[in-house]
C-alpha cells in the first residue's frame, strides 16, 4: 500500500480544553544539546495517549514535534499541553501517516485502542522509527507476529507499554524472588476483582461533528456509530478490544509469567516462553449491555511438554468484575506459590511470606510508568533490549490474552504450537489468529 497517496489533510477544527498544569516544567530544565534530542510523534492525544504524551514531553532530551488523532476535538488541548511542558507548538494531524513519513521524528509513541496497535507500529519499523505501544501487542495473534517480525527485519527498539517491568518495587520483588527464597514453584495466580460499570444500551447515532470515523474503524468493519463503541468502551467490543484480559488483565499475567519464570530459573528449572495447553471458562453473566467481552473469566494456562520427565507449571488469572470487594487485599494482584512460602504483588506493594504464614519481606512504591518511558529512551540510545522487548516479554504476555480468550470464543480448551504460534489441530480456533477481513486500505503490512 503506497501510504502516501491515502494521507488526508489534518482537520483545523477543535475545542480549546486547558492543559494540566501538573506535568508542567520549567524550559531551563531542557537542557540537552540539539543533537541529542529525540524526536518523537504521538499516535492519539487523549486518555491513555495523552498520559504518555504528558510525560514523553516531560523528559529533558525529548521534544514531541508531531500529534495524530482523528477526534480533532482534542487537538487544540493536545497542542497546549506540550507547549505548556516542553515549549515548543508539535504539528498536528488526522492521519498518522503523516508521522510515519516524517524523516526527522525517530520514534513513534501508539496509545491508541487495540485494533490500531499494528499498522501504525509495524509500519513506523519499516520507515526505521522506534516504538512504544501500548499492550496488548496487536489486536490479534497474527497482528503480535507481524509486529515482531517487523522489529526485526528492521532492527528497531519497541517497547511494549507493561510498565510494571521497569517499576522498582517490583524489580526488587523480582530480586528477591531470584535469590529462591520460595523453593520450587509450579503455579501462579493472578486476579481482578473490582467493580466496572455497566455501559448501557444507547442507540446508534451520528458520529460527533469534527471525528473522522471512518478512520477511527480503521481496518474493523464497516459499522454504525455508537457512542459506546468509541472512546472509553471500545474494549469491550470484538471489533476493537481484547476485553478486560487484554486492558487491565495483561499487566497481572505479565507480572504472573515474570516471577513465575524467575523463580523457576532460580531452581534450575527451563525458561518460561509459550504455555501449551489453555483453558478458559465464563462468560458475560452480570452486565445486562452492550459489552461483548466476559464479566466472569477463570483462566488456566500450563507450561511444559507433558511428554517430558520435566515438571510443568501453571498459570492462572481470575476475573470478576461485578465484585465490590478485594481478594486478597487487593482488587487486582499476583500470587506466586512455592514449597517454602509465597509472595503477593498487588499495585503499589508486595509481600513475601513464609510457608507458616508469617510476613518475612515487603516492599512498596508507585506505578506510574514514567520510569518505563523512560527505560524506551535510554534503550534508543544504547540499543539495549528495553524491559518490555516487544519479542521476548511483550509479545509472550499478549499471546496469553489473546490464546484465552480464542479459547473462551470457541468454548474449549486449545493447545498452542509455541514455535509456530498455531493451534494444533484447530480450524476453528485458528480463525481466531486474525481477522476474517481487514477493511481497505488498512490490510495488515507484509513484512
Same mark, same amino acid.
Given at each position: 500500500?503506497?501510504?502516501?497517496?491515502?494521507?488526508?489533510?489534518?482537520?483545523?477544527?477543535?475545542?480549546?480544553?486547558?492543559?494540566?498544569?501538573?506535568?508542567?516544567?520549567?524550559?531551563?530544565?531542557?537542557?540537552?544539546?540539539?543533537?541529542?534530542?529525540?524526536?518523537?510523534?504521538?499516535? *492519539?492525544?487523549?486518555?491513555?495517549?495523552?498520559?504518555?504524551?504528558?510525560?514523553?514531553?516531560?523528559?529533558?532530551?525529548?521534544?514531541?514535534?508531531?500529534?495524530?488523532?482523528?477526534?480533532?476535538?482534542?487537538?487544540?488541548?493536545?497542542?497546549?499541553?506540550?507547549?505548556?511542558?516542553?515549549?515548543?507548538?508539535?504539528?498536528?494531524?488526522?492521519?498518522?501517516?503523516?508521522?510515519?513519513?516524517?524523516?526527522?521524528?525517530?520514534?513513534?509513541?501508539?496509545?491508541?485502542?487495540?485494533?490500531? /496497535?499494528?499498522?501504525?507500529?509495524?509500519? +513506523?519499523?519499516?520507515?526505521?522509527?522506534?516504538?512504544?505501544?501500548?499492550?496488548?501487542?496487536? /489486536?490479534?495473534?497474527?497482528?503480535?507476529?507481524?509486529?515482531?517480525? +517487523?522489529?526485526?527485519?528492521?532492527?528497531?527498539?519497541?517497547?511494549?507499554?507493561?510498565?510494571?517491568?521497569?517499576? %522498582?518495587?517490583?524489580?526488587?520483588?523480582?530480586?528477591?524472588?531470584? %535469590?529462591?527464597?520460595?523453593?520450587?514453584?509450579?503455579?501462579?495466580?493472578?486476579? %481482578?476483582?473490582?467493580?466496572?460499570?455497566?455501559? *448501557?444500551?444507547?442507540?446508534?447515532?451520528?458520529?460527533? +461533528?469534527?471525528?473522522?470515523?471512518?478512520?477511527?474503524?480503521?481496518?474493523?468493519?464497516?459499522?454504525?456509530?455508537?457512542?459506546?463503541?468509541?472512546?472509553?468502551?471500545?474494549?469491550?467490543?470484538?471489533?476493537?478490544?481484547?476485553?478486560?484480559?487484554?486492558?487491565? *488483565?495483561?499487566?497481572?499475567?505479565?507480572?504472573?509469567?515474570?516471577?513465575?519464570?524467575?523463580?523457576?530459573?532460580?531452581?534450575?528449572?527451563?525458561?518460561?516462553?509459550?504455555?501449551?495447553?489453555?483453558?478458559?471458562?465464563?462468560?458475560?453473566?452480570?452486565?445486562?449491555?452492550?459489552?461483548?467481552?466476559?464479566?466472569?473469566?477463570?483462566?488456566?494456562?500450563?507450561?511444559?511438554?507433558?511428554?517430558?520427565?520435566?515438571?510443568?507449571?501453571?498459570?492462572?488469572?481470575?476475573?470478576?468484575?461485578? +465484585?465490590?470487594?478485594?481478594?486478597?487485599?487487593?482488587?487486582?494482584?499476583?500470587?506466586?506459590?512455592?514449597?517454602?512460602?509465597?509472595?503477593?504483588?498487588?499495585?503499589?506493594?508486595?509481600?513475601?511470606?513464609?510457608?507458616? *504464614?508469617?510476613?518475612?519481606?515487603?516492599?512498596?512504591?508507585?506505578?506510574?510508568?514514567?520510569?518505563?518511558?523512560?527505560?524506551?529512551?535510554?534503550?534508543?540510545?544504547?540499543?539495549?533490549?528495553?524491559?518490555?522487548?516487544?519479542?521476548?516479554?511483550?509479545?509472550?504476555?499478549?499471546?496469553?490474552?489473546?490464546?484465552?480468550?480464542?479459547?473462551?470464543?470457541?468454548?474449549?480448551?486449545?493447545?498452542?504450537?509455541?514455535?509456530?504460534?498455531?493451534?494444533?489441530?484447530?480450524?476453528?480456533?485458528?480463525?481466531?489468529?486474525?481477522?476474517?477481513?481487514?477493511?481497505?486500505?488498512?490490510?495488515?503490512?507484509?513484512?
Amino acid at each position: 500500500m503506497d501510504r502516501r497517496n491515502f494521507i488526508r489533510s489534518s482537520a483545523s477544527t477543535s475545542i480549546a480544553v486547558s492543559s494540566v498544569s501538573l506535568y508542567e516544567r520549567a524550559l531551563e530544565a531542557r537542557s540537552v544539546g540539539a543533537n541529542d534530542r529525540i524526536r518523537i510523534g504521538m499516535v *492519539g492525544t487523549h486518555g491513555r495517549a495523552g498520559a504518555l504524551m504528558r510525560v514523553f514531553a516531560g523528559q529533558k532530551d525529548v521534544d514531541i514535534v508531531g500529534l495524530a488523532d482523528v477526534d480533532t476535538r482534542y487537538h487544540d488541548a493536545a497542542v497546549e499541553a506540550v507547549k505548556n511542558i516542553a515549549g515548543n507548538t508539535p504539528r498536528v494531524y488526522t492521519d498518522f501517516r503523516h508521522i510515519i513519513d516524517d524523516d526527522s521524528i525517530d520514534a513513534v509513541v501508539v496509545g491508541t485502542p487495540d485494533h490500531w /496497535h499494528a499498522i501504525p507500529t509495524i509500519m +513506523a519499523c519499516q520507515a526505521g522509527k522506534d516504538v512504544y505501544v501500548e499492550k496488548p501487542d496487536g /489486536h490479534n495473534i497474527l497482528e503480535g507476529q507481524t509486529m515482531v517480525k +517487523a522489529m526485526k527485519k528492521h532492527g528497531r527498539i519497541v517497547q511494549l507499554g507493561t510498565q510494571a517491568r521497569t517499576t %522498582e518495587h517490583f524489580q526488587q520483588a523480582i530480586d528477591w524472588i531470584a %535469590e529462591g527464597h520460595l523453593g520450587k514453584v509450579l503455579v501462579a495466580k493472578a486476579w %481482578e476483582s473490582s467493580r466496572q460499570g455497566n455501559i *448501557g444500551k444507547p442507540a446508534d447515532s451520528e458520529p460527533p +461533528a469534527g471525528v473522522n470515523y471512518d478512520m477511527w474503524l480503521g481496518p474493523a468493519p464497516k459499522r454504525d456509530f455508537n457512542p459506546r463503541r468509541f472512546h472509553g468502551n471500545w474494549r469491550w467490543f470484538y471489533d476493537y478490544g481484547t476485553g478486560d484480559l487484554g486492558n487491565d *488483565g495483561v499487566h497481572r499475567i505479565d507480572v504472573a509469567r515474570w516471577a513465575l519464570d524467575t523463580a523457576g530459573k532460580a531452581q534450575g528449572m527451563e525458561p518460561l516462553y509459550m504455555p501449551t495447553r489453555i483453558s478458559a471458562l465464563g462468560g458475560k453473566w452480570y452486565f445486562d449491555d452492550l459489552q461483548e467481552w466476559p464479566d466472569s473469566l477463570q483462566v488456566t494456562y500450563e507450561y511444559g511438554d507433558r511428554n517430558s520427565d520435566a515438571p510443568g507449571r501453571l498459570l492462572t488469572y481470575e476475573m470478576r468484575l461485578w +465484585a465490590p470487594y478485594r481478594y486478597n487485599d487487593e482488587t487486582e494482584g499476583v500470587i506466586l506459590y512455592g514449597d517454602k512460602g509465597y509472595i503477593m504483588f498487588g499495585n503499589r506493594r508486595w509481600r513475601a511470606f513464609s510457608g507458616d *504464614g508469617k510476613l518475612v519481606s515487603q516492599g512498596a512504591g508507585q506505578n506510574t510508568g514514567t520510569s518505563h518511558m523512560r527505560n524506551f529512551l535510554d534503550c534508543m540510545r544504547s540499543r539495549k533490549k528495553p524491559n518490555a522487548d516487544l519479542e521476548t516479554v511483550g509479545h509472550p504476555s499478549s499471546i496469553l490474552c489473546h490464546s484465552a480468550n480464542v479459547s473462551w470464543r470457541i468454548g474449549r480448551q486449545v493447545t498452542l504450537d509455541p514455535t509456530t504460534e498455531l493451534f494444533v489441530g484447530d480450524a476453528e480456533a485458528n480463525k481466531y489468529r486474525t481477522r476474517p477481513v481487514y477493511r481497505k486500505p488498512w490490510e495488515l503490512p507484509t513484512v
